[in-house]
Nanobody, 124 residues
Framework: QVQLVESGGGLVQAGGSLRLSCAAS????????MGWFRQAPGKEREFVAG????????VYADSVKGRFTISRENAKNTVYLQMNSLNVEDTAVYYC?????????????????WGQGTQVTVSS
């Protein structure tokens, strides 16, 4: 299994920006498709964005399309989530996930590995 550690969460005002990072270790990072998910209090964990092994294919949830950007640097074993124009509905714990199957990017399966999560809180 690949080990994942998220960072970059925090408190931000509505309309602001944050960049989340997820550092991977333990396995060959470029073998994994990566995704970001989030879970708000009382809600199920939901897909936010996914990116293919080489970074050439990305998929976004409709709720974040045009505001969030997922990217990766395989040389640094890191995947990012740039979040702009944040609103209070984006408040959640954000998790990164890894899978050897592209079906995760297509939202058909869940990751085989998860990070511990990072809290993002957007104030009005």
């Amino acid at each position: 299994q690949v080990q994942l550690v998220e960072s970059g969460g925090g408190l931000v005002q509505a309309g602001g920006s944050l960049r989340l990072s997820c550092a991977a270790s333990g396995r060959t990072f470029s073998n994994y498709h990566m995704g970001w998910f989030r879970q708000a209090p009382g809600k199920e964990r939901e897909f936010v964005a996914g990116i293919s092994q080489g970074g050439g294919s990305t998929v976004y949830a409709d709720s974040v399309k045009g505001r969030f950007t997922i990217s990766r640097e395989n040389a640094k074993n890191t995947v990012y989530l740039q979040m702009n124009s944040l609103n209070v509905e984006d408040t959640a714990v954000y998790y990164c996930g890894a899978s050897s199957s592209y079906s995760m990017v297509l939202r058909r399966t869940y990751p085989s590995s998860w990070g511990q999560g990072t809290q993002v809180t957007v104030s009005s």
